[in-house]
């Protein structure tokens, strides 16, 4: 499948693309509202359908079609080192977050077997390798990390399986996982159905009100009325400030190259450079050779354009360190949540009514918190004690996690001071056709997109969100917001939240 830019995106899309489901075009009134069809929505809904609640879900556009869709389907242990999560969430809390993800792991393992859905799940090793010309002399730390946490499935050994060179020592991490997110989703949207839960896409959720009189209401005016409503849109459209404060967007690149089957160990591989790289086998498809698929080359959303370059630098390393790497089969790009203390926002939304869930703050680890997102927002509507539910409870405080807050809260600040700047350009005629920038018109700003033949379209720069001035994404072919992460079609329809409503036509 190709974007509008003719970039070629995700291994999943290509074999796990799902049908459009109806839109909501009555009032209905059911136990849970769920907003939000990626992995954590659809785990939620499964699970409360499971348990004889009526559910419906509410999808702005295709089911499974937004960041989970882009993930690289890692099933692993929080992406964190042990240390740091001692340190910040202390001994219990750590051992309580790895808990969570090994029972994460488990559970899908358990949903793909029960349901009978043929998802390419398998457990593999993974391997945590020091980047070139480091020592990895922290690993020794790691491992006495892991012994005071009570985890026993990592040791050291002399090198990573990696052909391109010797990485030093590394870390083994035993039964660790991989699966194809789209077909496992499926699955569940399957049972789900089966199990007479409501599913409605190109539906999109605009007012939420919890309470006595919780209801939510979509773009056309349609009313569901609920007992509790979940909030799962990898980041909330339902909060405007409290947990955008928390937490911050960034984008991550992929690259996918064919290797000869059999030629690369099928593991999981990541390393600890500054952005670090991830990387996972996919067998092909029908006898088709295996995929390599890497990952890496992180910036904060909105504040770099060089796509070109990242999925550049990621090719090159990948052959540098798997030399059998052939043909390039894909590349796509995605959109993580980093939480400044390493873990997801999983409970009730803070300071709004106690039947008001979210599940947001991924920190690549998208297919393991969303299933933690399932397990515990299903303890809580059902009114059952969760061990993990002040672990990841989005109103917590991390006092040890400050210097980081403030690190990252005053990147997402330093855009707003692109109201007093100039345009990237200085008329709509210097915009190239596919191409988009922004430009100053009085005493505001205008995005400008050209498409491919030739036509304009102008929209306010002004993320409706709060405020902050857009940029555009040439690897993506959208308008990306540099504060909270809130992203925009070129011509304006909003695809990422925490913004819910289009950019508008330019004021002329």
């Given at each position: 499948m190709k974007t509008d830019s003719g970039v070629t995106v995700s291994v999943w899309m290509k074999s796990g693309e799902m049908p459009r489901r109806p839109r909501l075009t009555r009032d209905l009134s059911v136990d849970v509202c769920v907003v939000?069809?990626?992995?954590?929505?659809?785990?939620?809904?499964?699970?409360?359908?499971?348990?004889?609640?009526?559910?419906?879900?509410?999808?702005?556009?295709?089911?499974?079609?937004?960041?989970?869709s882009r993930t690289t389907a890692h099933l692993t242990l929080p992406d964190e080192f042990f240390g740091d999560l001692e340190h910040v969430h202390g001994v219990e809390g750590a051992r309580l977050a790895i808990e969570s993800h090994v029972a994460a792991v488990d559970r899908i393992e358990a949903i793909a077997r029960e349901e009978k859905i043929d998802c390419d799940f398998v457990r593999v090793p993974g391997y945590l390798f020091a980047p070139a010309g480091e020592s990895p002399e922290e690993f020794d730390e790691e491992l006495a990390a892991a012994a005071r946490l009570g985890y026993t499935k990592v040791e050291k050994i002399p090198r990573a399986p990696i052909p391109g060179g010797d990485t030093g020592a590394a870390l083994r991490f035993a039964d660790l996982a991989q699966f194809h997110p789209l077909k496992y989703l499926g699955g569940l949207v399957r049972a789900l159905e089966r199990d007479g839960a409501l599913l409605f896409g190109d539906t999109r959720a605009e007012k939420f009100e919890g309470?006595?009189?919780?209801?939510?209401?979509?773009?056309?005016?349609?009313?569901?009325?609920?007992?509790?409503?979940?909030?799962?849109?990898?980041s909330p459209v339902n909060d405007r400030l409290v947990i955008h404060t928390k937490q911050h967007p960034y984008?991550?690149?992929?690259?996918?190259?064919?290797?000869?089957?059999?030629?690369?160990e099928r593991a999981l591989y990541w390393d600890y450079a500054d952005p670090y790289h991830y990387v996972r086998l996919q067998s092909g498809e029908k006898g088709a050779a295996d995929v390599l698929i890497v990952g890496g080359e992180d910036h904060h959303t909105g504040q770099e354009d060089d796509a070109e370059a990242r999925w550049g630098r990621l090719e090159q390393w990948t052959r540098e360190h798997w030399p059998a790497a052939g043909a390039l089969e894909f590349r796509w790009s995605g959109q993580v949540m980093e939480p400044v203390d390493g873990l997801a926002y999983i409970g009730r939304n803070p300071l709004d009514a106690d039947n008001v869930f979210i599940a947001t703050g991924d920190s690549g680890n998208g297919m393991t918190h969303g299933t933690i997102a399932g397990i515990l927002l299903?303890?809580?509507?059902?009114?059952?004690?969760?061990?993990?539910?002040?672990?990841?409870?989005?109103?917590?405080?991390?006092?040890?996690?400050?210097?980081?807050?403030?690190?990252?809260?005053?990147?997402?600040s330093a855009p707003y001071a692109e109201w007093v700047k100039p345009g990237d350009v200085e008329s709509a005629d210097q915009v190239a056709a596919g191409e988009g920038a922004v430009l100053r018109r009085g005493l505001t700003k205008v995005a400008v997109y050209r498409d491919p033949s030739g036509r304009v379209v102008e929209l306010s720069a002004v993320c409706p969100h709060l405020g902050c001035i857009v940029d555009w994404n040439s690897g993506e072919k959208t308008w990306d917001c540099p504060c909270h992460g809130s992203r925009f079609t070129a011509e304006g329809r909003v695809v990422n939240g925490p913004a819910h409503t289009d950019l508008p036509p330019a004021e002329r």
């Open positions: 939000g069809g990626g992995i954590a929505g659809l785990t939620t809904a499964y699970l409360l359908a499971r348990e004889g609640r009526k559910v419906a879900v509410l999808e702005d556009g295709v089911f499974t079609g937004g960041e989970t309470g006595g009189d919780a209801h939510v209401v979509t773009r056309e005016g349609h009313t569901v009325k609920c007992q509790a409503m979940v909030v799962a849109t990898n984008r991550t690149y992929v690259v996918g190259l064919r290797v000869p089957a059999g030629k690369v299903t303890d809580l509507i059902q009114g059952r004690a969760n061990p993990w539910a002040t672990l990841y409870d989005p109103s917590r405080k991390s006092l040890r996690a400050t210097k980081e807050w403030i690190k990252e809260a005053a990147k997402s």
